[in-house]
T-cell receptor, first 114, second 116 residues
Framework: DQQVKQNSPSLSVQEGRISILNCDYT??????FLWYKKYPAEGPTFLIS?????DKNEDGRFTVFLNKSAKHLSLHIVPSQPGDSAVYFC?????????????FGKGTRLSVIA | GAVVSQHPSRVICKSGTSVKIECRSL??????MFWYRQFPKKSLMLMAT?????????EQGVEKDKFLINHASLTLSTLTVTSAHPEDSSFYIC????????????FGDGTRLSIL
């Protein structure tokens, strides 16, 4: 029973265009959501997060949107660059606490084509 | 920023060998660290929560006698895969978060374990 779902295993986008990565969750106790980026043979790198009290958080080219009623979040990358090509993991947790583990989706492989 | 170091990055060994993986927080203290395992084309699956000075908390289905976790200090947790077999071959990764902060979890670069 997957609590965090990334239904698109892969996505291809042209350089300069917008990349939209989607994530759905089922556990209504989740109130803190993160996106991580992962290159091959490396650990995930934190990108951006959002707590359930917000519906949008922006950091440079990256924006995360949260729709609590739909239990859906998305990551927008604008403009997309070739260096953004990686696997993106959506993660969620209940309470933003140091002792709370993250639940991950399966990831979406983004390819940005020059 | 916070850095988590994981060692070794890759291990190839014979069946029956025990393998120790280290996870260190380099510039912060972490009372809690997490160990994950990733199979090909699958998500990161939490194996256990490592607690400094006390026993680890294992997820359902994870054998605690198989995967020994020790968190002896605020900057080091170790995962030992005992008597490893080919089915234990996987990508193991740890994460940690500065104690008392609201920073996100930071991950090590993972260990690719291959059991022949």
């Amino acid at each position: 029973d997957q609590q965090v779902k990334q239904n698109s295993p892969s996505l291809s986008v042209q350089e300069g265009r917008i990349s939209i990565l989607n994530c759905d969750y089922t556990n209504s106790m989740f109130d803190y959501f993160l996106w991580y980026k992962k290159y091959p043979a490396e650990g995930p790198t934190f990108l951006i997060s959002i707590s359930s009290i917000k519906d949008k958080n922006e950091d440079g080219r990256f924006t995360v949107f949260l729709n609590k009623s739909a239990k859906h979040l998305s990551l927008h990358i604008v403009p997309s660059q070739p260096g953004d090509s990686a696997v993106y993991f959506c993660a969620a947790s209940a309470w933003n606490s140091g002792n709370t583990p993250l639940v991950f989706g399966k990831g979406t492989r983004l390819s940005v084509i020059a | 920023g916070a850095v988590v170091s994981q060692h070794p990055s890759r291990v190839i060994c014979k069946s029956g060998t025990s393998v120790k993986i280290e996870c260190r927080s380099l510039d912060f203290q972490a009372t809690t660290m997490f160990w994950y395992r990733q199979f090909p084309k699958k998500s990161l699956m939490l194996m256990a929560t490592s607690n400094e000075g006390s026993k680890a908390t294992y997820e359902q289905g994870v054998e605690k006698d198989k995967f020994l976790i020790n968190h002896a200090s605020l900057t080091l947790s170790t995962l030992t895969v005992t008597s490893a077999h080919p089915e234990d071959s996987s990508f193991y990764i740890c994460s940690a978060r500065p104690t008392g902060s609201n920073q996100p979890q930071h991950f090590g670069d993972g260990t690719r374990l291959s059991i022949l």
